[in-house]
Structure formats: structure tokens, C-alpha cells
């Protein structure tokens, strides 16, 4: 996907345990991460006598070291996490109980973030989760793979006991400015973007990155909704920010062009159901079937995993627009085909 229409105001990332202020009291840090992208970003807005944190980065002794070194300088007044995935909130709890500050995040959020915490302590995959993906038709090969390799991980550290809901509309005043809080589902169960209108700036998280499109997947919790709504909605809403607003994205650098890079996302979407939609009237498949045809440079378990959950995000989409149809297998797994009487539930689809 081409991003030629999007302006990078800062060429280079800052330094480890270095900042760059990009707005005005508004400072841009980095995280190294172990795997792809290779490194998160977060942000410090000026709060009063110190500094209110967004994201956290993963809980490894790295980000700790870094932590320490960020810590002598910067006091901490407050910890906001976009979502739960654990680059982003992998040490919520660690920063909090040693800073002693809070922790504000969306609801839902926080409680994937414990949900996560309690498997990572367990050391299990959910047996459900993983009938879930093998009836998908991911080979069991592949799907224990993926999970030694979520296991491995072990990226978070203790979530806070307590925490703030935050709320889409909500407004937050962080020192001299506030932030609109707005949430999304579709990558995660709440996502939160904090947009200060006064600064013209978005803090995006896993929203809106320049030149990654962001996972939008189904899974066993949100199996019953239709997250790829939720995500266009939001993307809808993206469209509407005003051109100039300077995007402060999880990954890869600031950028102006919310507008642009929200419509190339929802673009990206559309061409995806119309080939499933099309792949549907061939024969019937698994979704794993057709996430190998739709997803071609898959380099790994997990990447085909999260293949196969966004494969099913876009077939439950299709199945509500009465355009997509499943039935179980003689051999367990569910098969998608064509359907009838095809109704459009997204703008433009
Ligand atoms: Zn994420």
C-alpha cells in the first residue's frame, strides 16, 4: 500500500531512553520489542509538575533498564494505556506500583489485560480458544506453534489492582490541555485514541499506523459481534478529523494524513470481502483455506493465526450481510460458501 500522500514532520525516531518533543509538551519516546515492528512508541504530555505516560512497552528487562534511566528525569503523574495488547500495557503495573500513580484505561481493556495476566500466570491457552481456531480449520501443528510462541512470551507483568474506566467522549485535561478520549472496537475489545484538538494532534495507538495495517480480528470472545464494523466505523470517523492533525501512531513514525490513511485502511478492507466474497462462490472452504488465498507472505504460526482470526472477522461480516454462509464438516471443522439474498451493512460496500 502506497503512502505517498502522508507527511513524516520527523525523519528519525529519538535515541534509546531519549525524547523529541513533537507538540508542545508533548514528548515521543521509543521501546525497543524482540519481534515485528521491533519497537513501540509511547508518549509523556506534560501534566503539571510531571508527566502523564501513554503506553508502556513490554514487560522485559530491556524496557525496565530504559525505564530506570527515563524515570530519573521524567516524574510520572499518571499512567493512560491505549489497550491491552502487551506492548502496550505490558507494564502497567509494574510502572504504577513503582511510581505510585494510576492506572486509566477503557474498561474492556482492563479486563483482557487481567484475563491475559491470569493465562500468562497458568501457563495455558484456553482449551476453547484452541477448538475455536482448529475448527477453523488451522492445522493443530501450526496452532500449538502459535501458542508455544504466545507462551513464550510472557510480556506482562502484574496488571494494578484498581484503575479508572475511560470512555469514548470523555474529555481529560492533562495540563494546560484537554484530550478527547474515543474508543473502537475491531483491534481490541476498546481501543482508546486520545485527540487534543487545541494541539491538533491524535494519539493513535494501533488505530492508525502509516504503513502497517492494523489486525482486525475475531476470536472466541467477540465471535457473536461483527468487530470489522466496529473497525470501519472508526475508521469513518478518522476521515472526519481536521487534514492537518500531526498522528502520533504506536508504530513507524508521526505522520500527517488521518484522513488519507484511514480511507486507504477502509479501502483495503473492502477489496478483502469482495475477494472472499468471490473465493466463497468457488467452492466451500475453511477459513483457514482462504486465509492462505487472501494472505499470501505469511512467515509464521502466529502470523497464520492472526491470518485465520482476520479471515473470520471478514466472513462473519459477509455472513451477517446474508452474504457468506457456514455449516460444520463431517471432519469438525466449519466450511464458508456463498449465500443468498446478500444485504450491505457497510457504508459503501
Ligand atoms: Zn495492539
Known amino acids: 500500500m502506497s503512502d505517498t500522500e502522508l507527511h513524516y514532520p520527523f525523519a528519525d525516531p529519538p535515541a534509546a531512553a531519549s525524547t523529541i518533543e513533537v507538540a508542545p509538551g508533548v514528548l515521543w519516546l521509543r521501546m525497543p520489542m524482540p519481534f515485528p515492528p521491533g519497537h513501540i512508541n509511547l508518549w509523556l504530555i506534560a501534566d503539571g509538575e510531571g508527566w502523564a505516560l501513554v503506553d508502556t512497552g513490554l514487560a522485559t528487562d530491556v524496557t525496565r533498564e530504559l525505564w530506570q534511566s527515563l524515570l530519573r528525569r521524567y516524574r510520572l503523574t499518571r499512567l493512560i494505556c491505549t489497550h491491552f495488547h502487551h506492548d502496550h500495557a505490558?507494564?502497567?503495573g509494574w510502572l504504577c506500583a513503582g511510581q505510585g500513580v494510576g492506572l486509566a484505561m477503557p474498561e474492556a481493556e482492563y479486563h483482557a489485560l487481567q484475563d491475559t495476566w491470569a493465562r500468562t500466570l497458568a501457563g495455558i491457552h484456553r482449551n476453547d480458544e484452541r477448538d475455536f481456531f482448529t475448527a477453523a480449520g488451522l492445522p493443530p501443528a501450526?496452532?500449538?506453534l502459535a501458542v508455544a510462541s504466545f507462551r513464550d512470551g510472557n510480556f506482562v507483568s502484574p496488571p494494578p489492582a484498581t484503575f479508572t474506566p475511560?470512555?469514548?467522549?470523555?474529555?481529560?485535561?492533562?495540563g494546560c490541555h484537554r484530550w478527547r478520549v474515543m474508543t473502537s472496537g475491531g483491534h481490541s475489545p476498546e481501543h482508546a485514541l486520545l485527540y487534543c484538538a487545541e494541539l491538533g494532534v491524535l494519539i493513535a495507538g494501533d488505530q492508525l499506523l502509516p504503513r502497517i495495517t492494523p489486525s482486525v480480528g475475531l476470536n472466541l470472545s467477540n465471535r457473536l459481534g461483527d468487530p470489522l464494523a466496529c473497525w470501519m466505523a472508526a475508521m469513518q470517523v478518522l476521515q472526519n478529523l481536521p487534514a492537518a492533525t500531526l498522528v502520533l501512531p504506536s508504530h513507524q513514525l508521526p505522520f500527517i494524513g488521518a484522513r488519507q490513511r484511514a480511507a486507504r485502511i477502509a479501502a483495503y478492507h473492502h477489496r478483502q470481502l469482495a475477494s472472499l466474497a468471490r473465493a466463497l462462490t468457488v467452492a466451500p472452504a475453511?477459513?483457514?483455506?482462504?486465509?492462505?488465498?487472501?494472505?499470501?507472505?505469511?512467515?509464521?504460526?502466529?502470523?497464520?493465526?492472526?491470518?485465520?482470526?482476520?479471515?473470520?472477522a471478514h466472513l462473519r461480516h459477509l455472513q451477517l450481510c446474508r452474504?457468506?454462509?457456514?455449516?460444520?464438516?463431517?471432519?469438525?471443522?466449519?466450511?464458508?460458501?456463498?449465500?443468498?439474498?446478500?444485504?450491505?451493512?457497510?457504508?459503501?460496500?
Do not use: K
Open 323 to 349: 452474504q457468506a454462509a457456514c455449516y460444520p464438516g463431517a471432519d469438525g471443522i466449519i466450511y464458508w460458501q456463498a449465500a443468498t439474498q446478500p444485504v450491505s451493512l457497510l457504508q459503501g460496500s
Open 142 to 144: 501450526t496452532l500449538s
Open 90 to 92: 505490558g507494564l502497567a
Open 286 to 312: 475453511s477459513a483457514y483455506g482462504l486465509s492462505q488465498s487472501l494472505f499470501t507472505r505469511l512467515s509464521n504460526p502466529v502470523a497464520e493465526l492472526m491470518a485465520v482470526s482476520e479471515t473470520l
Open 166 to 174: 475511560l470512555s469514548d467522549g470523555d474529555e481529560l485535561a492533562i
